[in-house]
């Protein structure tokens, strides 16, 4: 009966209490308050790649535009319940002191848990490169600054986070301290410059794309779905991660969102960040933001760190984190057009949606309730738990296959044999999870029949 990860605190081993463990052996400091975690899911909820991505809220892909309070209401459904499938995850790594991965041990059993494992550190690598590809577009995109060449902004981007991901819990503090507020002043900034402006009236509109622009906000949030807990694992209780975590980001997307669509509407022919560098004094403002990317990048960088940790358990994540980071960084030098790699990461991302449905049924209703949630490494194997997540990645496929050509033709395919065409009712992410759910409540049953 293993609640928690198995944990030795010699004086070798143990890290400073201050600061994140070594080891994943190692026992978590619960250090983190509540504004700890609402100012670092805050600032998570800002991006550059938000306000230029608006666009899938305002005019969802095959549907005319939404008119704006359709798109504000699905930005705001779509937001929050994401988040609180993802708050979901990262409570169960709060209770039982383990990262995303590591968690799942409990789930699958310590060896089939490298296989979402091994997805996650190939799509955080990836995003990892992704977010140094755009603070160099930001850097770009500032007056005076295309005479820097891009080598230099990529390794300077990349050894920022890196030296962040080493000192991840200090450099939580650090955004609550100082970058939060100013990253609060530059969105109401440029909030109250672009409303100096009047909107202007859409023509075309329509709510027929309504579910489908939920859908695409949803996914957003769920995307840090499988590196919660490697945070909220930090803090000092379950409620205060959960509620950090689902209202600092919900409200922060939300406005990052709202500011992209009000720019889209204004200059629907410009690029955004043009837009926004356009408003008096808009550089300085900007600079902010170019600045607050790090810590994406920094998420991504120490996630991958931890999800390695969950194969190599005793490798110190400092090592760990460096070598990730020195990787993101080698790539992102060579790397300059993401586009098509990006929609590939949001396939792999994809498989988390149904992933966290399983986790929460199980932890909160089934071996989690009962005490049985074993993180040892010798966790045996649970193959029946794979079923429900593949059940739950079917259905999100069938109903979204995203946008690799390749892959997207095939499931056509099977819409076609399944006589199931998307339309305005689709929602991939709650289809998706409510079906892996539902399959995981039934296995547990079961479980509890057998075991009573």
């Known amino acids: 009966m293993n609640h928690a990860m198995t944990t030795t605190t010699t004086p070798a081993e143990a890290a400073p209490a201050a600061e994140a463990p070594l080891h994943l052996t190692t026992e978590a400091p619960r250090t983190l308050s509540f504004s700890d975690q609402a100012a670092f899911w805050a600032n998570l909820g800002v991006s550059l790649i938000g306000f230029s991505s608006a666009a899938v809220i305002l005019i969802p892909t095959g549907y005319s535009p939404l008119p704006v309070p359709a798109s504000l209401l699905a930005l705001a459904l779509g937001t929050v319940v994401g988040m609180m499938m993802t708050a979901l995850a990262g409570v169960v790594g709060t209770r039982t002191g383990a990262p995303a991965m590591a968690v799942l041990r409990g789930l699958f059993g310590t060896k089939l848990s490298w296989l979402p494992s091994l997805a996650n550190i190939f799509q955080l690598i990836g995003w990892g490169v992704y977010e140094i590809t755009v603070i160099v577009q930001g850097v770009d995109a500032m007056p005076h600054t295309h005479g820097i060449p891009r080598p230099l902004v990529v390794l300077a981007a990349g050894a920022l986070c890196t030296s962040m991901a080493i000192w991840p819990l ?29 909107i202007p009236h859409q023509t075309g509109t329509s709510w027929s794309g309504f579910f489908p622009a939920v859908d695409a906000a949803l996914a957003l949030s769920v995307s840090f779905l499988p590196m919660a807990a490697d945070y909220m694992r930090h803090a000092r209780s379950s409620r205060q991660a959960g509620g950090a975590a689902v209202l600092g980001y919900s409200i922060t997307q939300f406005w990052c969102y709202a500011i992209g669509i009000v720019a889209l509407l204004q200059a629907p022919d410009a690029d955004v960040f043009h837009t926004m560098l356009g408003v008096t004094a808009g550089w300085l403002f900007f600079l902010v933001l170019v600045l607050r990317e790090s810590d994406q990048s920094f998420a ?84 029946a738990m794979l079923l429900p997540w593949a059940l739950g990645f079917v259905v999100y496929q069938v109903l979204n296959p995203g946008s690799v ?48």
């Not at 960088?301 to 980071?325: C, E, F, H, K």
């Not at 009712?425 to 409510?434: D, I, K």
Request: aromatic content about 12%; glycine content about 10%; cysteine-free.
């Open 170 to 198: 200090a450099v939580l503090r650090v955004l609550r301290k100082y970058v939060t507020g100013a990253v609060a002043v530059a969105m109401l900034y440029f909030t109250v410059q672009l409303l100096r402006n009047p």
């Open 300 to 383: 991504n960088v120490y996630s991958t760190a931890m999800s390695i940790q969950n194969l190599l358990p005793r490798v110190d994540r400092r090592i760990l984190a460096g070598g990730v980071g020195a990787l993101v960084t080698v790539i992102a030098l060579f790397v300059h057009d993401l586009g098509g790699f990006a929609n590939f990461l949001g396939l792999i991302g994809s498989v988390f949606v149904p992933l966290a449905a399983v986790l929460g049924v199980d932890y909160f209703l089934g071996r989690g309730r009962q005490g049985r949630w074993d993180l040892t490494e010798r966790s045996p194997a649970r193959p």
């Open 405 to 452: 050509d390749w892959w997207a033709h095939g499931w056509m395919h099977v819409q076609d044999w399944l006589h199931v065409h998307p339309g305005w009712w689709a929602s991939a992410s709650l289809y998706s999870f409510a079906a892996a759910a539902l399959a995981t409540g039934a296995i547990v049953a079961l479980d509890r029949r057998r075991t009573a």
